[in-house]
């Protein structure tokens, strides 16, 4: 196997461990005020609301502040609402 192969093999794996896949939820308006919901962030039905908050999240997190939900800002936007609702679980019990 080729060295890059084996790149592959091996980043494939460490991401399952840290939660990469191929598949992310849809960059629609629900969904992503569902995530930003998990964060604690209430965005109304406004379309340029809901880009300056994803504009924020990106600039936040690193990625270019567009304000267009890619697969990145999605994959992110889902880890770090899986964080928000762990972190909220645990200090429900």
Known sequence: MSARGMLSVVGTAVGGLIGWTDHTPPADPVTLRALFADLGVTIGPD??????????????????????????????????????????????A
């Open 47 to 92: 379309a340029a609301e809901l880009a300056e908050a994803v504009r924020y999240f990106q600039a936040r997190t690193g990625l270019d502040a567009d304000g267009e939900a890619g697969p990145e800002t999605v994959h992110l936007l889902v880890r770090y609402a899986a964080g928000a609702r762990d972190r909220h679980l645990l200090h429900a």
